[in-house]
């Protein structure tokens, strides 16, 4: 038996459905424990891309029981299309466990999220406006409507009553929008998904609980990341859930006891997408560079991702944070052709030099990167299956990025292609 957390480590887009899909074929259960379809998880399998959203990265494995956590926040009609997007490509999902504790997106949370980033103009968040932050808002304020509600229309429809009468004023007095139907609603959601969805509906709970008792193996699947926690990151520019490490606890309902390998997930350079502070930011030919051979743009929103180098504080504090066991290191392979590469070992704030996150985000903003510089190695790494397999200067590399971070890296991504990893020892 064993419990595994992947996690991202920098703000997203790192690689963990990848890594997700590589260990579920030791894994029994696969559970996505926050998040919606803002996240946008990519596995390709013998050429084949398999864009995922709401789904666990381990629904390719048929003995896999993927689950969706209490953490997660579902959008019916989304899930559902992706389902049958699956199943076009001869992917069952009928194993698929949703739980009842889960908060569903409403129409109105989605049109709210898009409202809220159009009035905060210059200062929006860049969110995927998919309803993320309004669902959770709505759950914290305890007027959120569940997946269990699909099987009861008489509560659902109660509880969709109370809100829509709040939003629809929301949506007229501040917005000058047309006010939502209920009755249009409720017939989407009760009449054409709840039928559906009735037999995925259940107590992911007990389905954890259940495999942890029969010895099984289990993975907890981050979505997001560390820097988008909306306690850990770098507010006001996060997610509205807790990506850590913890948050999978929660998520899942799991006790911290149980919690084997933390595995960090980190890119060798960073990736951003919207707004928010990054300190190692390039905006010059290195960044497009990075952008064009990393094949930077959202799975999700298509964004191009604002790209950087490396930076060790950050993955420093991701190692406080989720209290990594392991990092696995992605995308090596888009460094290649670069004659020398710069890895943030500290920043500069002022006259202060921090080697751990400052505490007060203004430093941040203001922070300069204290870079080392190391040499490329200009050698295509892509077909690399082994440690001897690559350069001599891309293992220093990591040699450094492990050193620098404290934590051991196990794994080296090399291309997208499931099996494109690169076991690593230290040296
Ligand atoms: P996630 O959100 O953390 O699951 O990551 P995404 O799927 O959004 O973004 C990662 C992208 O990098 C996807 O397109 C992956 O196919 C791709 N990828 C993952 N690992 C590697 C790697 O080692 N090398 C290259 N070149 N691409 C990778
Ligand atoms: P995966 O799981 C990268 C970012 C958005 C925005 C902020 C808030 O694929 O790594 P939200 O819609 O969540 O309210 O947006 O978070 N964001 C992501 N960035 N990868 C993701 O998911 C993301 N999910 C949300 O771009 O800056
Ligand atoms: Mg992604």
């Not at 930077?296 to 964004?303: D, I, L, Q, S, V």
């Given at each position: 038996m064993s419990v595994t957390v992947v996690v991202g480590t920098q703000w997203g887009d790192e690689g963990k459905g990848k890594l997700t899909d590589l260990l579920a074929r030791e894994m029994d259960v696969v559970v996505r424990y926050q998040g919606g379809h803002n996240a946008g998880h990519t596995i390709v399998v013998d050429g084949r891309r398999f864009a995922l959203q709401l789904l666990p990265s381990g629904i390719l494995y048929e003995h896999v029981t993927p689950v969706i956590g209490n953490g997660v926040v579902v959008d019916p009609g989304v899930l559902l299309s992706e389902i049958d997007t699956l199943a076009g490509s001869g992917i069952d999902c009928s194993r698929l466990v949703v739980s009842g504790n889960a908060h569903l997106i409403m129409p109105y949370h989605q049109e709210l999220d898009a409202l809220t980033e159009r009035h905060l103009g210059r200062n929006k968040l860049g969110t995927t406006k998919r309803g993320i932050g309004p669902t959770y808002a709505d759950k914290a304020a305890r007027v959120g409507i569940r997946v269990q509600d699909l099987l009861d229309p008489k509560i659902f429809r109660q509880k969709l009553d109370v809100v829509l009468k709040e939003k629809n004023l929301i949506l007229a007095k501040v917005y000058n929008r047309l006010p939502l139907s209920a009755d249009d609603i409720a017939a989407r959601y009760l009449d054409e998904f709840a039928p559906r969805l009735a037999p995925m509906i259940g107590d992911s709970v007990g389905v954890v609980h259940d495999a942890l008792e029969g010895d099984r193996n289990v993975l907890l699947e981050g979505a997001q990341a560390t820097f988008l926690d909306l306690d850990h990151g770098t507010y006001p520019f996060v997610t509205s859930s807790n990506p850590v490490a913890g948050g999978a606890c929660v998520g899942a309902g799991i006790g911290p006891r149980h919690i084997d390998t933390v595995l960090g997930i980190a890119k060798a350079y960073v990736t951003r997408v919207g707004s928010g502070p990054f300190p190692t930011e390039l905006t010059d030919e290195v960044g497009d560079l990075l952008?064009?051979?990393?094949?930077?743009?959202?799975?999700?929103?298509?964004?191009?991702?604002?790209?950087?180098?490396?930076?060790?504080?950050?993955?420093?504090?991701?190692?406080?944070?989720?209290?990594?066991?392991?990092v696995a290191l992605t995308k090596l392979d888009v460094l290649d052709t670069l004659p020398e590469l710069r890895v943030c070992v500290a920043y500069r704030v002022g006259a202060t030099v921090h080697r751990h996150l400052p505490y007060h985000q203004s430093d941040l903003h203001d922070a300069e990167p204290v870079?080392?510089?190391?040499?490329?190695?200009?050698?295509?790494?892509?077909?690399?299956?082994?440690?001897?397999?690559?350069?001599?200067?891309?293992?220093?590399?990591?040699?450094?990025?492990?050193?620098?971070?404290?934590?051991?890296?196990t794994r080296v991504g090399v291309g997208p292609g499931r099996d494109q990893f690169v076991p690593f020892a230290a040296l």
């Open positions: 952008v064009e051979r990393g094949g930077e743009f959202g799975t999700n929103t298509g964004r191009r991702r604002r790209t950087g180098w490396f930076d060790a504080v950050m993955i420093r504090h991701a190692a406080r944070l989720n209290s990594l066991s392991e870079y080392e510089q190391l040499p490329g190695w200009q050698e295509d790494t892509s077909g690399a299956t082994e440690l001897s397999d690559l350069p001599a200067a891309a293992k220093e590399y990591v040699q450094f990025l492990s050193d620098q971070i404290g934590v051991r890296i």
